[in-house]
């Protein structure tokens, strides 16, 4: 079996007097989509914001494609091909949506077929190009939050939450959109909409507490309502 893409072996994050992870171990596999799920509160977006670099872990290590990344700068993490989508959208609101792309098209101007397949996924994106991205609807804003992160390719994409409020008819486009670019990136995402989850995931973590508690294949998870119930306090054909 080839070595995983990203490895986290025993990595502990304080924010503060907060021990928030408290040696969390699991490993992301090249290819594919990895959920991180668990109840509010249990570390999810910890663990990516210290795999991101926002957070410095204070124990533990980090590996990405071999290489050490635990307590690099973001900027360097970024430019190792690791992008990533906050809960909070961050986008530019005063800007247009051409230039947020713009902008998170670091390596030169936007190619104009990679533009063209986001549209694919995004028709919104198109329709609003020239627009200032403050005028977006939520569901738009994350779309373009989501647009900046591959408007190159990324050997990995961190994601936090991304149907969060969202109408289930863009959660649907989403999960269309999300399926194609699996095949190009890796994903490693945060979602507490389990039918989602169990609609895109191929391997699961499930954090409580800072920890790891169950890893495993998405597909066993969502079949097995028992288990659901224990690790998350749901059932499948109850949670919407």
């Known amino acids: 079996m080839a070595d995983p893409l990203l490895r986290l072996e025993g990595v502990h994050t304080h924010i503060g ?19 991180l799920l668990g109840r509010n509160g249990a570390g999810k977006t910890t663990a990516l914001r210290t795999i991101m670099g926002l957070w410095r872990p204070s124990r533990g290590a980090i590996t990405f ?14 430019l190792a091909g690791i992008a990533y989508v906050p809960e909070t959208m961050a986008v530019f609101s005063d800007l247009t949506v051409e230039e947020n792309l713009i902008l998170a098209a670091r390596s030169g101007p936007i190619d104009p077929r990679r533009r063209d397949w986001i549209f694919s996924f995004f028709p919104a994106m198109q329709r609003f190009w020239h627009a200032p991205a403050g005028v977006l609807s939520g569901g738009q804003k994350q779309m373009l939050a989501i647009s900046r992160a591959i408007i190159e390719k990324r050997r990995l994409i961190l994601i936090d939450e ?39 995931g191929d391997t699961v973590a499930v954090m409580d507490d800072g920890h790891i508690v169950h890893r495993g294949k998405m597909a066993d998870l ?17 949670h919407q």
């Not at 635990?70 to 993490?77: E, F, K, L, Q, Y």
């Not at 699996?182 to 945060?190: F, R, S």
């Not at 969502?222 to 109850?238: F, P």
């Open 17 to 35: 007097q907060y021990h928030i992870l408290q040696g969390v171990d699991f490993t992301v596999p090249e290819g594919g989509i990895t959920m």
């Open 162 to 200: 991304p149907t969060k409020g969202l109408a289930p008819a863009i959660i649907e486009g989403m999960i269309s959109a999300f399926r194609e670019l699996k095949h190009e990136a890796t994903i490693l995402m945060v979602e507490q909409n389990f039918r989602f989850a169990a609609a895109l």
């Open 65 to 78: 494609d071999g290489r050490a990344i635990g307590g690099v700068a973001t900027p360097d993490i970024a």
């Open 222 to 238: 969502a079949a097995d309502e028992k288990l659901q119930t224990r690790l998350l306090g749901l059932a499948l054909d109850q």
